[in-house]
């Protein structure tokens, strides 16, 4: 068991620079999700952790130790890569207890450790195979097990779900939660799957550009996002946004574009009065109404995605598209005329410009 | 035939029957002149039936080159296994990619040499009083060396340049397959407590089985026509030290005794030996 910190950790690839600045505490027994779009520096990250890439700049602790120039051997960390990368050639016991026959573990100890690890896994029918026998999900579990008999202080998982399958994906991700609660390793997880990451996370690190974006647990983010990227990239079906400007009448403030006028709660925000923002609303908070208020936004459906118990309702207003999320059975019809009203104390405003969450703190 | 199923045919057909002539008619012929008397002094000649094969058994000289030959394929190919893996791994650890693509251009040259050149330089270097390998021990010991002279060693400094030539040639092709297997095996061993020779050892090298064996039964091959170097070093000296069995079959044939049904009863057993062997091993390496 130990914490990882890292202190303005920094990569370059020659002269281009993948994570610039990189700073980040992770608690004993916390299981920390790396998130982001592809390319943003989250796997760089984790492979600096492990030790399988060099850390141009910056200082990497484990509990308690430098590890900067320590080989990954050294690191009291585990890892399940992808894609499994289990030795193709032995068996999945050989797989298993290839790690602990390096150190030298007497063989009668590594046979009940292996018994352990596959007995909690579900691997003991298959011991004697080799990899290329098993299915994807099989295979992961191998490198899972692989990873734990090892009893790491860290474990370090780089998107190991994204080569299964959805169900599969569903299951494992359950497994790996209870694996999680069960052990209490210190877990650092990367994905750029949302939905792992807010099932398996207790904070989410979302990053974009090799940058920190937010770091919180899953609920403040989906809640509270700093920033108009974060609230874009968290929540299925995604975030509306609407590009509008603030007016004040008396004590009512507005934000108004093309085709909308809305008034808004001026005491969550920071706001001045002709300010561009960015109004953030997600189709889970759009209510079907049927009279205009201060607060409706009104528009043609043009497009319906039935989703079985909701419907995604896609509708225009002005030269926007927007996206309301209603109970199937009280879907409206194409074509026809719908008028949504926003849930109070639901909308996010951003800053046009930078992008930033105008919520007060 | 419809057009479509004679056209594979209209190309095959010339290409097989010229391979054909080429391949087949020196084999039988040579298969026929082994069952007569033929010598080089006469044109005429008797048929003798298997008297040549059971001259064979009995000829010490001809037991010799067998053995000398068998010796000449496991030295050969093992040595220049372990040269080429040993080799591969330590420039796949040590050296930077750029580097390491210098080496390989470098490491092709002997490979290109025509072998009669290699023969002569590395005979020229191994002189006994000008040779630049030999240099030092006159140095030293201000005594002449000759290795080539030594019946045990003779074997070796000609197995030496062979090595040499492809020995460094293997250690590209190994080097290339070690930079195409998937990084994550390699990966995960780093993790999993092995030092890097424990990589190689527990994961590259099994990961390269297959074609490190095919590797092996091409150079097991390739040994086998070594005639040019023996023939350039040594000529199978000294005395029947480094006679082989194609070497001594010519020396039967066109050097001593001219007798030319004898050689090549020798050259139809190196036939049948080479077939029937590498048909097994294939066989058992492909199960």
């Known amino acids: 068991m130990a914490e990882i910190v890292c202190q303005n950790i920094k990569k370059n690839y020659g002269a281009v620079e993948v994570v610039p600045d990189f700073s980040l505490h992770v608690e004993d027994h916390e299981f920390i999700v790396f998130l982001g779009p592809s390319g943003c520096g989250k796997s760089t990250m984790l492979r600096m952790l492990a030790g399988l890439e060099e850390i141009t700049g910056g200082q990497l602790m484990i509990g308690g130790k430098v590890v900067n120039d320590l080989e990954p051997r050294d690191r009291g960390i585990a890892m399940v890569f992808q894609n499994y990368a289990l030795y193709p050639h032995m068996t999945i016991r050989d797989n298993i207890a290839f790690g602990l026959r390096r150190i030298k573990v007497p063989e009668h100890e590594i046979k009940s450790r292996t018994e352990d690890v596959t007995s909690v896994l579900g691997l003991g029918p298959y011991l004697d195979r080799k990899p290329t026998e098993l299915s994807g999900g099989q295979q992961q579990r191998v490198a899972i097990a692989r990873a734990m008999i090892k009893t790491p202080d860290v474990f370090l998982f780089d998107e190991p779900l994204s080569n299964l399958d959805a169900k599969l994906r569903a299951t494992m991700r359950e497994e790996i939660a209870r694996l999680h609660k069960k052990l209490r390793t210190t877990t650092v997880y990367v994905t750029h799957d949302q939905m792992e990451a807010m099932t398996l996370a207790d904070r989410i690190v979302l990053m974009k550009d090799g940058q920190i974006e937010q770091v919180g647990s899953p609920e403040e983010i989906y809640e509270r996002p700093v920033s108009r990227f974060v609230a874009s990239f968290i929540g299925t079906p995604a975030m509306n946004f609407i590009e509008l400007k603030v007016e004040q009448s008396g004590t009512e403030w507005f934000v108004v574009g093309e085709g909308v006028k809305l008034t808004f709660d001026s005491s969550r925000f920071d706001v001045s009065v002709g300010q561009q923002v960015t109004l953030g609303v997600r189709p889970s908070d759009f209510e079907a109404v049927s009279e205009v208020t201060d607060r409706t936004l009104a528009g043609e459906c043009d497009l319906i995605e039935y989703h079985g118990d909701q419907a995604l309702v896609s509708f225009r207003v002005g030269s926007v598209h927007?996206?309301?999320?209603?109970?199937?059975?009280?879907?409206?019809?194409?074509?026809?005329?719908?008028?949504?009203?926003?849930?109070?104390?639901?909308?996010?405003?951003?800053?046009?410009?930078?992008?930033?969450s105008l919520l007060k703190q | 035939m419809n057009r479509r199923s004679s056209l594979p045919y209209t190309f095959l057909i010339p290409t097989v029957a010229l391979l054909a002539i080429?391949?087949?008619?020196?084999?039988?012929?040579?298969?026929?002149?082994?069952?007569?008397?033929?010598?080089?002094?006469?044109?005429?000649?008797?048929?003798?039936?298997?008297e040549n094969y059971i001259d064979l058994l009995s000829d010490r000289r001809f037991v010799n080159s067998a053995y000398v030959s068998l010796k000449w394929e496991i030295m050969t190919v093992t040595t220049t296994m372990i040269m080429a893996v040993g080799l591969g791994v330590l420039m796949f650890e040590c050296a930077s990619p750029k580097m390491r693509n210098l080496y390989c251009l470098i490491f092709l040259?002997?490979?290109?040499?025509?072998?009669?050149?290699?023969?002569?330089?590395?005979?020229?270097?191994?002189?006994?009083?000008?040779?630049i390998v030999t240099y030092p021990y006159r140095a030293i010991t201000g005594q002449p060396l000759d290795l080539l002279a030594d019946p045990t060693t003779a074997l070796m400094v000609v197995g030496f340049v062979d090595v040499w030539q492809w020995g460094f040639f293997f250690a590209v092709i190994i080097v290339k397959l070690l930079e195409s297997l998937p990084p994550q095996p390699i990966e995960a061993a780093r993790l999993d407590n092995a030092k890097p020779w424990q990589i190689h050892f527990y994961v590259t090298i099994p990961m390269l089985k297959a074609p490190l064996i095919s590797l092996a039964l091409v150079k097991a091959i390739e040994s086998l026509r070594s005639f040019d170097l023996i023939y350039v070093m040594t000529r199978g000296g000294p005395g029947i030290a480094t006679e082989t069995l194609d070497m001594y079959a010519f020396s039967q044939g066109f050097i001593e005794a001219g007798k030319i049904g004898y050689a090549s009863s020798i050259a139809v057993i190196m036939l049948l030996t080479t077939i029937i062997t590498f048909t097994i091993i294939w066989k058992r390496v492909n199960k």
């Open chain 1, 322 to 356: 927007l996206h309301a999320l209603v109970a199937a059975r009280q879907r409206p019809s194409e074509d026809e005329h719908v008028l949504f009203q926003i849930r109070q104390n639901t909308s996010h405003l951003f800053d046009a410009t930078t992008g930033r």
């Open chain 2, 22 to 50: 080429l391949a087949l008619t020196p084999t039988i012929y040579a298969l026929n002149v082994s069952f007569t008397d033929r010598t080089l002094f006469s044109s005429s000649s008797n048929y003798i039936g298997f």
């Open chain 2, 109 to 131: 040259i002997p490979v290109l040499l025509p072998r009669v050149c290699a023969a002569f330089v590395w005979k020229f270097a191994f002189h006994p009083l000008y040779g």
